[in-house]
Every structure is written in C-alpha cells, then in structure tokens.
C-alpha cells in the first residue's frame, strides 16, 4: 500500500499544532516563494497565495507527495490586513479593529504531486467582533509581541482572547487552518490516495483501520481530479 507524504507548505506554529491535533502525520517545509498578489477580493487573494506556497514546494518534491499550503488575512470594510510590518502598523491595525467586527479569511490549497498533479483551492471566511480596547490596552498587548506574526495584529488563540467577543463561523480559521473543512475535502481526493491519509491518521493516533483496498482501487483507479463542487480544478491553472 502507498503512503503519502504530507507535507505542511508553513511556518506557522498554529498550523504545525491543528494538524496534529487531528492526527495528522507530516513534515514542514516552509515555502520561500514571494508573495505575488494579483487579486482584490479578500476569498480570491488567500486562495491565491496558499496556491503559490503549496505549488513550490510541490515541484520542488521527486516523490508522490501531498502538499498542504495555506494564508491568513484580515478584512476590515474592505481594508486588507495581513501580517504588521512594525509595532506602530500592529497599533494602527488594533486600534481600527477593537470594537468592530471584521472578516477573517484562510485559504488552503491542496496539491497533489504526482505523475499528474493535481490541486483543490478552497477558503473560509469567519467574522470576529472585538471589544473596545483603550490605547493603553493595546500598547500592553503589543508589548507581548505576540501580534506581530499573526494577519490582524493579533492572536485569538493567545492573549488577544479577553477582547474577542464573539464569532461567526469557524474558530479554527481564525487561528489559521479550517481543520474540519479541510478533513472534508480531502475526502475529494481519488478514493485510495484518500484512504492512505486516514490509514496515517489512524496509524498516528494508534488506532487501527482495514480497508478492502483491491475493491477500492478497481472502483476509483480511474478518478484522477479532485472535484471541488461543479469545478474541475487541474494542474494548468488557477480556476474560481
């Protein structure tokens, strides 16, 4: 039987943490591509840049491998917001999000690199309302430093929590990674590369699975695109 390799196409800590909390076995190789944005809507920027990620280090691989690539972003009426360059952009991003509710957008892409490669594209958007915080409050929680990595300035999962007041939508996206929408659309994947995965789950969390592999693959051995709603997605572009 073959088993993937899962590789993690980021650097960010958070994500490292949600695949392995699900079970997921997986190397990170962070992508070093420049970010190149050619898009203006929020949805189509993230999937975008998790696109580039996932593809460089796909064809960087001389093995079949599973690549995961993802990118975060914050949206405030229309005013994009990714990482903050300095303590005074974190400030400026803080002080227009606190009392407000903004948009959180992930995107992921997942690439599958083969003898055909093959990808699927897809984003979550959750909304995030913040309590009102004071000038002081922001300056103590840049003094942390933990904005300065995270879209938005600012960590839900970290100290940033006492001013969140409420969400819409996935927690998890916030932090990052949709873990759950993403589990669901591996299930897009051609049956058998998608039954390895679960095979390395289930195997990671030392629970065992039996699978009637030979009925499987005479049944999916001619799926070969990932089915993303009525769109076909392939490896010549980059399709919404």
Do not use: W
């Not at 958070?14 to 190397?27: I, N, V």
């Not at 203006?40 to 079949?64: G, Y």
């Amino acid at each position: 039987m073959h088993l993937p390799n899962i590789i993690l196409a980021s650097a960010s800590p958070r994500r490292k943490e949600l695949l392995e909390q699900a079970g997921f076995s997986f190397t990170v190789i962070p992508s070093q591509k420049e970010e190149i944005i050619t898009r203006t809507i929020p949805n189509e920027i993230v999937e975008e840049l998790s696109f580039q990620k996932a593809q460089d280090i796909a064809l960087k691989q001389t093995k079949p491998a599973l690549i995961i690539g993802a990118d975060t972003i914050v949206s405030l009426n229309g005013t994009i917001m990714g990482k903050p360059s300095s303590e005074t952009q974190a400030f400026q991003m803080l002080h227009s999000l606190q009392g407000q509710t903004h948009q959180v957008y992930t995107g992921v892409t997942i690439f599958l690199q083969q003898d055909s490669p093959r990808f699927l594209t897809f984003s979550e958007c959750t909304e995030v309302t913040m309590y009102p915080m004071t000038e002081e409050e922001i300056h103590s929680y840049i003094s942390t430093k933990e904005p300065m990595d995270k879209a938005g300035a600012y960590g839900i999962q970290g100290r940033c929590a006492i001013y969140i007041q409420k969400i819409h939508g996935d927690y998890n996206n916030v932090v990052g990674l949709p873990i759950a929408r993403l589990y669901q659309e591996l299930k897009k994947l051609p049956k058998t590369f998608f039954y390895d995965i679960i095979f390395i789950i289930m195997s990671h969390t030392r629970e065992k699975l039996f699978y009637k592999f030979d009925k499987i693959m005479s049944i999916y051995r001619n799926l070969y695109y990932f089915s993303y709603g009525t769109t076909v997605l392939e490896s010549k572009g980059f399709y919404h």
